[in-house]
Each structure stands twice: as C-alpha cells, then as structure tokens.
C-alpha cells in the first residue's frame, strides 16, 4: 500500500518511550516498506543536541532492538529522515522556532503528526504553545494530528480539564488518545475472533459464561519508575486504561460497520453499563497490594518502598484486583475479574472465559469431571494465543476423561514480529482512529475508577503485602462471587 508523505514531531525525543518504542516502530516500518520516500521525523527535546548527535541515539536504539533488520543501507536510508530540533517545553520561543524550522524545511504544506511522548503535565502548554504558532490549523493543506498518550489524567475531573484545554486548540478529530495495549495482536483479535465466528455468539452472554477473568502480570519491579509510579499507581497506570480497554472488546456488542465511531460507540457503552461502585462495596469489590522484598534465582529482590525514588512510608498499590459487573442484556450478573500487579511471578496478560458447568450430572458414577468446565484462553502476551479448553474421553476400559484443548493460533511468542507501537503509528498516518480513544471513552473509564481511587485515599490502614516473584497476595481471593474459583494465571 502506498503511504503518504508527512512529518513525524517528536516531544521527548531523547526519553525512555521514545528510545525505546517510537524509533524502533518508526524503523520497523521502513524496513516493511510503509514509510513514503518524503516521510521526515523530527525529534524534540531539552538537550542542546544536534542532528548527528541524535541519529546517534536513533541508531543505538536500533541496535538495541531484537527485531530490527541490521541492513546497513535500511538504517543509512532511515537516519536520513531525522533531524533534532531543540524544544524546552517551558520556552514559548522554542515552539516559535520550531515553526520556522517547520516552514523553511516546506513541511507545512503536508501532513504533521504532533507526538506528545513527554511527561503529562506539559500536554496541555505543548498543545497551547503549537496552536498559537498556527501548528495546529490545517487551513495550509495540511493535516495536523495530536498522540497523546496515557495517563489522561489523575481523576475524573482532571482528565476533563485536560481534555477542555486540548479541545481549545485542537478538534477532537484531531486528537489521537493512544493506549498501547489496543495495538496488540490478541486484542485485536478479540474483535475478529469474536465477530467474523458465529459459532460464539450464541455461547457469549450470561447464560453459558460463569465468569471473565482479565490478567496482566508482570515480573519486573518498578526499576527506575518510581519517581512516575508512586504518584500514580496500579489502577490508574493499568487498569483504568490497558484492562478496561480490554473489557470493552469482550464484552461489546457488533457494531454496525468498522467506523472508528461506530467502533467506539458500542465500547463507550460497555463502560456505561458497568455498575458504579458505591463506597460500601469497594471493600468487597477491589483490593489493593503492595510488594515486599522476595526471592528469586536465589537473588533477593527488593521490596517497593526500598526502590529508587519510593519514599519508605508510601502507601501505593503494585497490585491491584477488582470485581466488575456489566448491567445489561448480555451481561447482568457475571463477574468481571480485573487483576494487574508487578513482581509477580511472571510476564502474563491473559483474559479466562469460563464457562458455566454443564447441567447434566450424566457422569456422576464415572471418572469424569464435570466441575472443569470450558474455557477460551485469549493470550496476549508473551505468547499470542486463542485456546478453548475441553474435556474428552480417554481411549481404554474406564470411563475417565482428560483436559485437551484448541489452538486458533500457532500460540507462539509474537509470530509477526509487530509491536503494538508499529500498527498504532501506522493508522495517526493514516488517519485511523478506531484503536484510540474517544474523549467519553476516557472520561466514563475515570468514572468507573474513581470511587475505587477516592476510597483508596481516604483509607488510612497500612496497605496489605504480597512477596516479591509470588503471585500475589492471597486475600485476593476473597473477591471471588463464589469458592471454587481460582485466578488464571498462565496460559
Ligand atoms: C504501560 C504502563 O502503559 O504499560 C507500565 O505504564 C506497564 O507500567 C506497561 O508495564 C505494560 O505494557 P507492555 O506492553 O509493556 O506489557
């Protein structure tokens, strides 16, 4: 397919999202062919670099990159599309200047990507500052397009402050709300799988699915995040966003064509549906963790508040597990497991369908089970993965069954080799907004976490403690809506 030219901004250039996602997405797409002849990339930042300085960095993080090609003629004809432009996001001048240089390189006359990989607090002046330098006005030709990414917001109210000072200066048409996790395989998927199969359809509503359970574990700690994650932590930085988004895919309804509106239409109101936790039943529906020091390889690992930049005192949630409800047709009284934490035991980001048992106690004399019931596995990393669990008979004299089950997919560790950040940047060229966010897509994801937050804060027990590499704390459990549950953990 043949791409259009335009220009890539980059705020942050010299920053950890940018070294180590963009630049190798960005490359990534050269060497598939997807960047046009005149695409430029022009990388923004504090430091007083220059363009060599900057391809440097650029080449580096190619380098770093297990999946990038080490062509020398692809990386000599991608460092050729960058140049640095310093921007000290407090300098008004700055932005002038990066006008002009916009205007003498004659980039205005086509399309421009503005990618805000900065820390949020300068969202909003960034986007004030390109508008006042008419960089946001696409009465030139041009068009102008706006990635922000997450975290949109701390609250309810403050994400809708952000969101009314970026709509005085761009359109919302303009504004593209990344959230990584919808670039993934398996979450794209969800949406094939779910929709080009009619064979699921009947089986997908509350009267065949017991329970959904929606995972994402990681074994790193918190390293050199901590000065961001402390202010921030687990609900805000995964929940309310990467799982929630997750939720929406599984359980939204077709919607009646592929439009980026249409699409976030039917996801809003999977949000909307989603019972409001009143004060008394975030107790029982929500709990929150923290790590403690732990073992591992017979190294011991640090606990939360001993990593750089956590004051000792901080009472901030690593893990964090919730019980959510869907109140509609579909959906009315299935629980909706949502669990997320870091220095767990291991990398896992998984949704469990479970379904409910079958009715007959046909074999109840016999070996065979019936309290396993069925389940589909969506693996999202690190294996990609479709699985549906099944019981069947084992060949011999007794009646016993064992466990197999189904694979849509080769379940390997990413088969394409694409990292959500290609196929996300792909579509702000292209003008595709069906995986980005909507502003009352963000706005009703606040509302259904905030209660939780506000809750949170005004509790002034010391938070519970999990070890480190363990999954999890125990007492997770009581959020189950019955016994005989237990978390999925791996695929
Ligand atoms: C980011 C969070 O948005 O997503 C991180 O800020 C988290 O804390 C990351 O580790 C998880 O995404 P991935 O793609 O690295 O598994």
Not at 95 to 109: G, P, W
Not at 134 to 151: A, Q, Y
Not at 290 to 319: H, K, M
Not at 378 to 401: D, F, T, Y
Request: aromatic share 8%; net charge neutral.
């Amino acid at each position: 397919m043949k791409q259009e030219s335009c220009t890539i901004v980059i705020f942050g250039a010299t920053g950890n999202l940018s070294r180590s996602k963009l630049i190798p997405a960005l490359f990534h797409l050269e060497a598939a062919g997807r960047l046009a002849p005149g695409l430029r990339i022009v990388g923004t930042g504090r430091r007083d670099w220059d363009d060599a300085r900057y391809r440097e960095q650029a080449l580096a993080s190619i380098r770093d990159d297990r999946r990038a090609s080490d062509e020398a003629s692809l990386h000599e004809r991608f460092l050729a599309r960058l140049s640095y432009v310093r921007v000290d996001l407090n300098r008004k001048q700055d932005f002038t200047a990066l006008a002009d240089y916009l205007e003498r390189n004659r980039l205005l006359a086509g399309g421009i990507v503005f990618y805000l990989a900065i820390s949020p607090s300068f969202y909003a002046g960034a986007a004030r500052n390109l508008a006042r330098n008419g960089l946001s006005r696409e009465d030139s030709g041009g068009w102008r397009r706006l990635v922000v990414e997450k975290p949109f917001g701390r609250d309810l109210e403050s994400a809708r402050e952000l969101d009314r000072s970026l709509h005085e200066d761009f359109r919302e048409k303009q504004i593209f709300r990344i959230d990584h996790y919808l670039g993934k395989e398996t979450v794209q998927n969800i949406f094939v799988f779910r929709f080009a199969n009619i064979m699921l359809e009947p089986l997908w509503n509350r009267n065949y699915i017991d329970h959904v359970q929606i995972t994402h574990s990681e074994r790193q700690g918190i390293g050199s995040r901590g000065g961001y994650f402390d202010r921030v932590g687990a609900l805000r930085d995964m929940v309310q966003s990467h799982l929630l988004q997750v939720l929406t895919m599984v359980a939204m309804e077709s919607p009646p064509d592929l439009g980026a509106e249409s699409i976030r239409d039917e996801k809003v109101k999977v949000l909307k549906s989603v019972r409001p936790l009143t004060e008394d039943a975030v107790d029982d529906m929500t709990f929150r963790a923290q790590y403690a020091a732990g073992e591992s390889d017979g190294q011991r690992l640090p606990a939360y508040i001993e990593e750089p930049e956590v004051p000792a005192d901080s009472n901030t949630e690593t893990f964090a597990a919730l019980r959510l409800y869907i109140d509609n047709w579909r959906w009315q009284g299935v629980p909706f497991y949502l669990r997320t934490g870091k220095r767990l035991a291991e990398n896992s980001s998984l949704v469990s369908i479970a379904f409910k048992k079958p009715p007959a106690q046909l074999f109840k004399q016999t070996g065979i089970d019936i309290n396993r019931p069925n389940s589909l596995i969506l693996s999202i990393q690190p294996l990609e993965c479709i699985r549906l669990e099944l019981q069947v008979r084992e060949n011999g004299l007794e009646m016993k069954a064992r466990s197999t089950h189904l694979d849509a997919s080769s379940c390997a560790l990413s088969a394409s080799g694409i990292d959500a950040y290609d196929s996300l940047l792909l579509d702000v060229m292209e003008g595709d907004r069906s995986l980005f966010l909507r502003s009352d897509e963000v706005e009703q994801a606040w509302k259904i976490v905030d209660p939780i937050l506000q809750a949170w804060a005004a509790d002034s027990d010391e938070i519970p403690l999990y070890r480190a590499a363990s999954w999890g704390p125990k007492e997770a459990d009581r959020l189950f809506h019955r016994r005989g549950i237990r978390w999925r953990n791996t695929l």
